[in-house]
């Protein structure tokens, strides 16, 4: 009988790289509160996890040269990135609002820390499970 890790572990794994990629994007709107016409962005996570759990396993990019690198944030995440819109724009333009963008973050990481804690407590109990203990 073999194990189905998917079944096993739930959706912590979708949600711990979905909260990595969420705190890539709040760590660029914070990097760029100081750019003028920087427009915030973010993305939201229930819709993205729920549409990870509808569909079926995604679909890797292909690199052509040894030289490309990955970039900051996923591409086919980009089409789920939403604009932020300000409660108090600033006259250049840019939408980031540093204090709600750290509370956003620091949101983000507890969230991350709970997902990465039950991931761990399923292989814990996997483990056990297979020691028989």
């Known amino acids: 009988m073999s194990i189905s890790f998917d079944n096993a572990l739930g959706i912590h794994a979708e949600a711990t790289l979905l909260r990595a990629r969420r705190a890539e ?3 660029n709107n914070i990097a760029n509160a100081d750019t003028p016409g920087f427009k915030a962005r ?3 996570f229930a819709a993205i996890l729920k549409g ?5 396993p995604a679909l890797p990019l292909q690199t052509t040269s040894a030289g490309h690198q ?3 944030v996923d591409p086919s995440l980009a089409a789920d990135l939403l604009f932020r819109t300000p409660t108090q724009p600033s006259v250049d333009g840019n939408t980031v609002e540093i204090q709600q963008e750290m509370a956003r973050y620091t949101e983000n990481a507890l969230d991350y820390q709970a997902s990465f804690d039950f991931l761990n ?3 814990n109990g996997l483990s056990k ?3 028989g203990e």
């Open 25 to 27: 994007v709040l760590a």
């Open 42 to 44: 973010d993305i939201d």
């Open 52 to 56: 990870e759990q509808s569909a079926g």
């Open 70 to 72: 990955q970039p900051l």
């Open 121 to 123: 407590r399923k292989f």
């Open 129 to 131: 499970a297979l020691k």
